[in-house]
Structure formats: structure tokens, C-alpha cells
């Protein structure tokens, strides 16, 4: 005969069983029935920024591919804290993603001491959407018009030049250049791109590393003037624009990706569908094309492929970030 606390326990466990076993069949019949409303993307920077520009386009393609709506969700601030850490306490349900890019999911934990999300552990992967390459541009009263002769100014005048930042790539880039090039460089950080960008078009600081998309406009239009991308090799996009390493700063490779991730424990079926459908989008020649004109470098993978990519960026942008001399903030 059982003794009454053995039983009590007996009927813990059975209940708990029943609970999970309800949970389960919940958690598959609103994967059966996915997406039934409409769905947030979730994203860390502000309006006009890069990946702002490239996910309304992508979303517009995904809203018709799944037959609900997509509203985007600007979270600007902390360096992509405020939106990475909004997702990760979501219910992981398919129904508010984060499109994100190195600032949130590779630099972050090197840059910054009280993290409110882990990047492995509280998201789930679903789908890398491309790159972005960033270019170095200087207001059009800075006295250089190559990355030497920035440098050589920057040395004859210690402290005199400052660089705006409104992303992880954008502060890394900076701290990178002044680190290789030997240069004393004031840091003026801001929320997103775009306010960083007026400022330096306003001669309020001297230059900033920006990605291709926010940024070109504004060279176009002779408000700014570029004078390398920060990938190790030229981008076809502006193949007159040399590399960092060409024009004489060694050591300079970085570049910014962008991928779609929800928060832990998504169902399966549904990471499934998002990634074919994200894919399918990215792969289109009508997409990739208008994407390459906005400087994005499109293209995909599957989810495990995002995972393992997340986590050896982590690493790559460890070393950067140390090799800068950052200390976290």
C-alpha cells in the first residue's frame, strides 16, 4: 500500500504529464494553423537605416508569400538591446521575429557588460538574409580625399578628427582604423545611422563608416565623400572605391550581415516555412537585383547554417573587438 505521500507524489507526476501532454498539442495545432494574424518584425535600428531599407522590401514579397500582414517594429537604442531583448521574452510562437544583423548577435557581448539576452540561447535561427558592406565617408571640409591623406592629417593634428557611430560595425570599424593607422580619434555614438549620418553631413563630426545603402545617396549628391569599404576586397557596387587594406590601413576586413531569428523554442514546422519562404524571396532574381542596388549583397541558407554562422561570428568579432582595444561600455 502506498503511503500518502508517495501517493501525492503519484499524482503530481500524472498531472504534470497530462500538463505537457496538453502543452504539446496546443503548441502543434497553432503550428497547423500558422500564420493566422498578422506577424511584428522586430528591428534594432531606426527608420532609413540599412536594414530597415533592405526588410520592408523582403517583407512587402513575405506578407503576400504568407498571406498575413507584416508590420515592422522599429526598437532603436542600446545598441540593438532594446529590440533583441524585446524577442527573446516574446512567446516563440512565429509571431514577433527579430531582424538583426553583428550588432545584436556578434558584437554586443564583447561590447557591452550587462547583456540582457544571450544570442545562442534565446533565439532561434531561421534564416541569413546578406550582407551589407560599409564604406569610410568624411565630411567634404576634411582636408583628405584618399585614406592616406586622412591619415596624415589625423597624425599632424592629434584629436582633431571624430568619428560617428550608430551600429557595432560602425563603432568596431572606427576604433579598427584608428588602432591599425595609429590615430587619436574622439568616438561620437549615437542610436542609429541615419542621426549619426546628418551630423557628419552637418560638420559636426568629422567621418563616419556607414553602410552602402545609407550612405551612397549622400555621396551621390556630394554631401559626403567616400573613401574605402571596409570589406578586405572592393564591392562590385562601387568598384572604384579601393578596400581599407588597398589604400594602406592592414588588418581591415568587416563587413555587416543580416539574418531573420525568433525567440527560443519556436516550433519546427513554422521555422521550416519561414526559412522556404524567406529563401525563396532572397533567391529571386526581381528581388536580388533591386537588393544590390540598395548595397545589399543577397543571398541565404538553411537554419543550422544561420546557427553555425551566428557562433563563428561571435568569435571573429571577439578577436576584433579586443584587437581594437575596445573596452566593454
Sequence with gaps: MLSPLLRALRNLSAAALCLAAASTAQADTQASTWPSRNITLVLPFAAGSGTDTTTRLISQHLSQALGVGIVIE????????????????????????????????????YLLKSLTYDPMKDFTPIARTGDLPFMLVVHPDV????????????????????????????????ATFAHNAGLDLLHVPYKSS???????MGGRVSMMFVDVLTGLPHVQGNALRALAVTTKDRTPLIPSLPSMQEAGVPDFDISSWQGY??????????????NAEIRKIVEKPEIRTPL???????????????????????????RLIRDAGIEKQ
Design 143 to 174: 582636408p583628405a580625399k584618399t585614406v592616406a591623406e586622412l591619415v596624415a592629417y589625423g597624425k599632424a593634428n592629434p584629436g582633431k578628427l571624430s568619428y560617428a557611430s550608430g551600429s557595432s560595425s560602425a563603432i568596431v570599424s572606427g
Design 74 to 109: 522599429n526598437k532603436a537604442g542600446a545598441n540593438g538591446m532594446i529590440a533583441a531583448t524585446y524577442v527573446a521574452r516574446a512567446a516563440p510562437d512565429g509571431y514577433t521575429l527579430l531582424v538583426t544583423t553583428n550588432t545584436t548577435h556578434s558584437a554586443n557581448p
Design 194 to 200: 541615419p542621426p549619426a549620418l546628418n551630423d557628419v
Design 292 to 318: 544590390a542596388t540598395l548595397g545589399m549583397d543577397a543571398f541565404s541558407g538553411t537554419p543550422e547554417e544561420l546557427g553555425t554562422f551566428v557562433n563563428e561570428q561571435l568569435m571573429l568579432w571577439e
Design 261 to 274: 531569428f525568433g525567440p527560443a523554442g519556436m516550433p519546427k514546422e513554422i521555422v521550416i516555412r519561414l
